[in-house]
């Protein structure tokens, strides 16, 4: 089932905003073929007209009483992050090119 | 030389105690809390340079907290007294402690300080236990060896040259080396059962949503669970009740009461069915001492008057393979968050006027993430792309379905199952580094129960002819952890570990 090319899994990490290097490209184009082929088992079985298990115990609509209560301190949450500006995360420009 | 103990002979028998001992002392007054911890931290500065079971010791606040009890003892007198007061805990590096640094075995989170506590953290605090650091664990929680830990792995109290386990490593070698009676890990796969089986200690993964993930950092959020470790199953029971229960900031924890363990935990198990999965004992690789311990344990429960028999849960053997699509695929998408922006690690690349978030993104992330958290992302991002969703992770929430109806049929015919927890005991440091399937197939007895979101625990089950620990697995269906304690407890008495597992832990 699985023909991992390098090409291939410098595809998958940019759609998983990860950097890597050449050297992690080769390695892992030979380890992740290696693993998927062990996981392409789960299609030896039959499983036609079987529902998907998303989560073991199912529940839905779970509410809670719409109580207003204290959030998070801004001023302790951002002071975890990198870089803050004005009670603001800051991050380097998003888009390109642009004023 | 008689007369009164030595400092030192005193520490050494503070620390080989259990909880329920300890707490039963300082409640009576035969030592103050403060005496308990500060034995237990003087085991840990004397001995964590070898072991390195904590990343990162609180000794100040610890102590403060034991003198505050000690304080109010005397104040309020000992009915005052939480039930676990004075008991020291380590808290495995993945739960969220307010001001105390957390990072989850990792780079990306070196230096963070969380703002919250996670609600199991809040209920250890309000139970009385006093947590003395955060526990060594794999990068995020993925691994079976500690190995994975970006500050250096832990190491096996039993012998220093063997892996703990993992990903919980940290946590089960502080408890076998008596750093503390009493532990916290989490279990996605396996990662409080295996290294509590090679470290030679108990360890229960309890029911999906019967513990609290609120401030747990996630990794799989269909198959984590908060779970303890300790060196007696009454023990690991106490530590379970004082945090188990429904909690609203999590919406998938079990809204149920809890069936309290404590109280039939000596009731035996004459008259219950146990099954031996056929499918988790006939594994390739099984050490003959581990199948052997398994045979003994089937005699142990049927001289205790269980019955016993073996039972066949055919799609088990599909387990590993449903695992490694589903975990990473919702490691993919919870490590997401990890993006160098409200908190943690963040690499500008080039020149910061010029560099994009996008840019930034990509370079944080390859700075602070280690080789398997890399590749689980990767596997989880082509598991869930385009073209091969429904081959890969499709199918294995199909198989997932299946593995739910075998199991749920093994329980129309027995109250619990067992299985070996591991296939082998102890490897030793760099076995499998660099054969990462070879590392994944010492999950493959764990991973089926929380593929079913049930509750299963590891007991000590004798040791091997190198004196390795050997762990027996007991199984039991969702919300079934009362029986499971029973037949922990009686297998516990049969192999006699109690003692024994104490001594683990460097001369």
Redesign the interface.
Known sequence: ?SE?TRE??RH??K???????DD?LD??TG??A???D????????D?EG????????P?VN?L?PDVPRPS??RA??LA????AQDGR?R??????DEA | MSGSPTASERDTDLTSRSAAGLAAAVRSGEVSAREVVDAHLARIEALDGSVHAFLHVTADVARARADALDAQRRSDGPESLPPLAGVPVAVKDVLCTRGVPTTCGSRILEGWRPPYDATVVSRLEASGAIALGKANMDEFAMGSSTENSAFGPTRNPWDLGRVPGGSSGGSAAAVAAGFAPLALGTDTGGSIRQPAALCGVVGVKPTYGRVSRYGVVAFASSLDQVGPFARTVEDAALLLEAVWGHDPADSTSIPTPCEPILPGLQRGVAGLRVGVVRELTEVDGIQPEVSAALEQAVKLLEQAGATVDTVSVPSAVYGLPAYYLIAPAEASSNLARFDGIRYGLRIVPGDPGSANAAAMNGATRHAGFGAEVKRRIMLGTYALSAGYYDAYYGQAQRVRTLIIRDFDRAYKHFDVLLSPTTPTTAFALGDKVEDPLAMYLSDVCTIPTNLAGAAAMSIPAGLDGSGLPIGVQVLAPGLGEAVMFRVARALELGFGFGAMAARGGPA
């Open positions: 089932m991992l291939q899994v998958v990490a759609l998983a905003r990860l950097d890597l290097s992690e390695r892992f380890q992740l290696g693993i998927l062990h996981a392409a088992r789960v299609s030896a079985l499983t079987v529902p998907p298990t998303a989560h073991p115990f529940m779970v809670r998070l301190d302790e949450v975890c992050a990198p870089d995360f991050v380097p420009r998003i888009l390109e």
